[in-house]
């Protein structure tokens, strides 16, 4: 019988990812990042898809304070940090999770430096935090697409139609 893992184990702060994962390294490694607030299936479709553009995935998280500096309201992140970072864990698509503080991961990326550096539709490559840092590695950049409907803007705005 198959023992699940421990999303937990997982989870690794900054110096300990970039100890496990940064170059040299074997296998093409893919990373994205996000706040990831109310997991839902766009998020998970996304995470998926990014994990086959190589053969690991590495998620950055924003921390709540950089969460909350990204406009997304004062009242967001509605799930703590670690929280979404034990439910990104737990997906068998997703190899490591570690968290950021700042507004951009670009300096976690700049040191990580993955083979494939992975965003959603609503940004363009010459957008992308670390992308520069990617590409002048040897990496690239790919824009991954929306699944249409899932978005946890709209999920919060339904739930509080509920409420109010």
């Not at 184990?9 to 970039?18: T, V």
């Not at 053969?55 to 509605?78: C, F, H, M, Q, Y």
């Not at 190899?95 to 609503?122: H, N, S, Y």
Request: with cysteine; aromatic share 6%.
């Amino acid at each position: 019988m198959i023992q699940p893992l421990d999303p937990g184990r997982k989870i690794l702060d900054p110096e300990a990812l970039l100890a496990r994962y940064a170059r040299p390294r074997t296998g093409r490694l893919v990373f994205t990042n996000g706040v990831f607030d109310l997991l839902h299936r766009g998020h998970v479709s996304y995470l998926v898809e990014a994990r086959r553009l190589g053969d690991l995935l590495v998620v950055g998280i924003n921390t709540d304070a950089s969460a909350r500096r990204l406009s997304k309201g004062p009242e967001r992140p509605l799930v703590a940090a670690r929280d979404r970072g034990w439910l990104l864990a737990a997906l068998e698509c997703v190899d490591a999770v570690t968290f950021f503080d700042e507004d951009t991961p670009r300096g976690l990326i700049a040191g990580l430096l993955p083979d494939v550096l992975v965003k959603g539709g609503d940004y363009t490559e010459e957008e992308v935090a670390g992308g520069d840092e990617v590409r002048r590695a040897g990496g690239i950049v790919r824009i991954l697409p929306f699944v249409a409907g899932y978005s946890t803007t709209d999920l919060v705005r339904r739930i509080r139609s509920f409420v109010d």
